[in-house]
């Protein structure tokens, strides 16, 4: 039996190594954005789907393909247009002959959504048939054509960004849709210092070569030792107590049904236990703390507390409810 502990916490020990070498090549290109790093790798550990928001021009695209290059990994790179079809990203069949036989017969032929690592650039961008499709590919990790199932690619990420200005023509992500994505990223602008750095190193001929620390069996195994961290009964019921605060019919906190007008599901105190156990195993622990649930918290409740127009008259944001919430 000691021997088995000693086998499991070496392996612990190489993988979270292996994290933190990760960690390393983002930021050979990627300068600042450790939150936005972090809440990215505890996506990955969790077996989850993130969606960014950023203005553009922040490196959302930059850092996704980074992270796909110090993984080895197939990465696709889907633009979401307004004709892009569902068989754009899903695939179609196409008539073939056999040579030998002369018999003609359909084969479909796999989209861009077949990889490991899927970056939905702009998904706002796109109608939601499309947007429907790829979501299918998130929920049930499969895809159905033609009565054929065709299972995704393991491990499986989609990674999608938005623009938060700009909002003509676009078809904003219903809020059930939304609840698919493990964590709701926003980044923000650089500071003067990681600016100065920015500008300094675009604009030269060095360009950093980023190296593969990860492999997809690493990743699976990292998915699966996140499931076994351990959490405290007490700390299951304080997330059950403030999944529950968020919702006006069950909460006790007058300023929630001031503000609120859908409150979260079920599905965020899964999200928030999940991603605190890899958050934890990412910084090396085999526990999970209080402080790792209030981390997380933010993510997690941003696109499942949907404030109302009272509240948005009042530049009150789901995120300012959530650290109410926490406060107390």
Not at 124 to 132: G, H, V
């Amino acid at each position: 039996m000691d021997d088995k502990l000693l086998t499991a916490e070496k392996e612990i020990k190489e993988l979270t190594n292996k994290l933190s070498l990760l960690k390393k090549e983002i930021a050979k290109v990627i300068v600042g954005q450790e939150e936005t790093v972090e809440h990215l790798l505890i996506t990955f550990l969790a077996g989850g789907h993130a969606l960014l928001e950023g203005v553009p021009g922040l490196a959302k695209t930059l850092l996704i393909r980074t992270l796909s290059q110090a993984i080895d990994l197939k990465f696709n790179r889907i633009q979401f247009t307004p004709d892009l079809m569902p068989s754009d990203i899903v695939g179609t069949e196409i008539l073939e002959e056999d040579q030998s036989s002369g018999k003609k017969f359909f084969k479909f032929n796999k989209g861009p959504i077949f990889a490991n690592i899927i970056l939905a650039d702009e998904i706002n961008r796109t109608p939601p048939k499309t947007q429907a499709a790829l979501l299918e590919a998130m929920q049930e990790f499969e895809i159905t054509y033609s009565g054929e199932t065709y299972p995704m690619a393991k491990p499986f990420f989609i990674l999608a960004t938005q623009n938060p200005i700009e909002q003509s023509g676009t078809f904003p992500l219903p809020e059930a849709q939304q609840d698919r994505f493990l964590f709701y990223i926003k980044i923000g602008y650089p500071t003067a210092k990681e600016e100065a750095a920015i500008l300094k190193n675009t604009t030269g001929s060095r360009k950093p070569s980023v190296e593969k620390v990860l492999g997809g069996e690493d990743i699976i195994k990292l998915q699966q030792l996140v499931r076994d961290v351990p959490i405290s009964d007490d700390l299951i019921a304080y997330v059950n107590k403030v999944v529950r605060a968020t919702r006006p019919e069950t909460t006790t906190n007058t300023f929630v049904k001031e503000w609120v007008s859908w409150g979260a599901g079920p599905r965020a105190g899964q999200a928030m236990i999940l991603t605190a156990k890899a958050r934890a195993l990412q910084a090396g622990r085999l526990a999970v703390t209080q402080e790792d649930l209030k981390k997380v918290a933010f993510p997690v409740l941003r696109h499942r507390v949907i404030v109302n127009f009272r509240a948005e008259a009042e530049g009150i944001t789901s995120d300012k409810v959530t650290e109410k919430l926490l406060e107390q």
